[in-house]
T-cell receptor, first 115, second 108 residues
Framework: DAGVIQSPRHEVTEMGQEVTLRCKPI?????LFWYRQTMMRGLELLIY????????DSGMPEDRFSAKMPNASFSTLKIQPSEPRDSAVYFC?????????????FGPGTRLTVL | DAKTTQPPSMDCAEGRAANLPCNHS???????VYWYRQIHSQGPQYIIH???NNETNEMASLIITEDRKSSTLILPHATLRDTAVYYC?????????FGAGTTVTVRA
């Protein structure tokens, strides 16, 4: 079984550019989570979806960040415009219907560098 | 969500059991205890979770005290590949909140 797939694995961009991170959850999972990890702040939950609907976006840092889940097999996290402080590793995770979202399977992450 | 307290680091000898403590004295009756680990440069990995009873799976055992104010994750035979940051999380509101965790170093 393929796990959670994220692309790209690495992204280097310049300040002000738009960045789109992509995630394909595990088939059959109905929860999808986006996290950000930095040395300073650790691993932070940005937003999560249940059945493609955003449930809690209280962790999204500001209006420059947006996330969508157009169908059960695809989600995007967009940053526009990007800033150097957005540099981090972004993880996507999915969770099966049973268990209320606690058992999460993480992707390999996207390492974003904003110059 | 209830907060958890873990030691920042611990060492363990290869082949021996590793016992990782976690305090969660403000846990509510319906909140689960979850353990995850993160090996360097990888995404976090689910290990085990429990509510009241002790749990065991192929990776580890989870011992929760009767008053539920603390728990211990046991890796029965630590290997070098178990070197990682281990997170103890009390889950509420369908969200996991990762703290600093315990950095476990398994030494040959």
């Amino acid at each position: 079984d393929a796990g959670v797939i994220q692309s790209p694995r690495h992204e280097v961009t310049e300040m002000g550019q738009e960045v789109t991170l992509r995630c394909k959850p595990i088939s059959g999972h109905d929860y999808l989570f986006w996290y950000r990890q930095t040395m300073m702040r650790g691993l932070e939950l940005l937003i999560y979806f249940n059945n493609n609907v955003p449930i809690d976006d209280s962790g999204m840092p500001e209006d420059r960040f947006s996330a969508k889940m157009p169908n059960a097999s695809f989600s995007t996290l967009k940053i526009q415009p990007s800033e150097p402080r957005d540099s981090a590793v972004y993880f996507c995770a999915s969770s099966p219907p049973a268990g209320g979202g606690g058992t999460q399977y993480f992707g390999p992450g996207t390492r974003l560098t904003v110059l | 969500d209830a907060k958890t307290t873990q030691p920042p680091s611990m060492d363990c000898a290869e082949g021996r059991a590793a016992n990782l403590p976690c305090n969660h004295s403000t846990i509510s009756g319906n909140e689960y205890v979850y353990w995850y680990r993160q090996i360097h440069s990888q995404g976090p990995q689910y290990i085990i979770h429990g509510l009241k009873n002790n749990e065991t799976n192929e990776m580890a055992s989870l011992i929760i005290t009767e008053d539920r104010k603390s728990s211990t994750l046991i890796l029965p035979h630590a290997t070098l590949r178990d070197t990682a940051v281990y997170y103890c999380i009390v889950m509420g509101d369908y969200k996991l909140s990762f703290g600093a965790g315990t950095t476990v170093t398994v030494r040959a």
